[in-house]
């Protein structure tokens, strides 16, 4: 199976900062790539698939890069109701897997 | 609007059986594969298999071949995963979760259920 990487687990920030997650896959996926946020008591929701393409409905804020092995989540501009678990998952390869997510907390 | 939801939180014993469903509305529910994830207390996901239910073509991750089955029924639209014989190590939140694909290969999954949480104790 395709081993995903997040880093970091978690992190701490304030209202308006620049945020970044990074997902590493341990092999080429190309841009096979999807990032999903998940709140408390909720399922999971689609934000960016295709490495760098925003979900429909998905504030501009959120914006994803890369290829291959190296992946990136931004949000621009942390607001309130970001405060979630993010996680990439690859679908290069079947089992789709995905990372152990990142926590994210604000300030 | 896409929607898919998922039946409620049940208790069971070591050893029960078990089917949870995935209801769904809003789309064609044949064209589209339905994909199980199950999420272990304070853990990721992990992807347990699909249903693709215009054939009943289903395939499921090695780690849980043999475990569980997934079903669909065309006419009430809805997906299923079952097990004969639950362990303690079953308890977790299982999704279930549209897969919207590319005809270039491309995938993600969308929308998710609400998922249904799963306790088996003695």
């Known amino acids: 199976d395709i081993q995903m990487t997040q880093s970091p687990s978690s992190l701490s920030a304030s209202v308006g900062d620049r945020v970044t997650i990074t997902c590493r896959a341990s092999?080429?996926?190309?841009?096979?790539l999807n990032w999903y946020q998940q709140k408390p008591g909720k399922g999971p929701k689609l934000l960016i698939y295709v490495a760098s393409s925003l979900q429909s409905g998905v504030p501009s804020t959120f914006s994803g890069s890369g290829s291959g092995t190296d992946f990136t989540l931004t949000i621009s501009s942390l607001q309130p109701e970001d405060s979630a678990t993010y996680y990439c998952?690859?679908?290069?390869?079947?089992?789709?897997?995905f990372g152990g997510g990142t926590t994210v907390e604000i300030k | 609007e896409v929607q898919l939801v998922q039946s409620g939180a049940v208790v069971k014993k070591p050893g029960d059986s078990l089917k949870i469903s995935c209801q769904t509305s809003?789309?064609?529910?044949?064209?589209?594969?339905i994909a199980w994830v199950r999420q272990m207390p304070g853990k990721g996901l992990e992807w347990m298999g699909i249903i693709y239910p215009g054939d009943s073509d289903t395939r499921y991750s090695p780690s849980f071949q043999g475990q569980v089955t997934i079903s669909a029924d065309n006419s009430l639209k809805t997906a299923y995963l079952q097990w004969s014989s639950l362990k303690a190590s079953d308890t977790a939140l299982y999704y279930c979760?549209?897969?919207?694909?590319?005809?270039?290969?491309?995938?993600?999954?969308?929308?998710w259920g609400q998922g249904t949480q799963v306790t088996v104790s003695s």
């Open positions: 979760a549209r897969r919207v694909r590319y005809s270039s290969g491309w995938d993600w999954m969308d929308p």
């Open positions: 998952q690859q679908s290069h390869t079947t089992p789709p897997t």
């Open positions: 092999q080429n996926i190309g841009t096979y």
């Open positions: 809003g789309y064609n529910f044949a064209d589209f594969w």
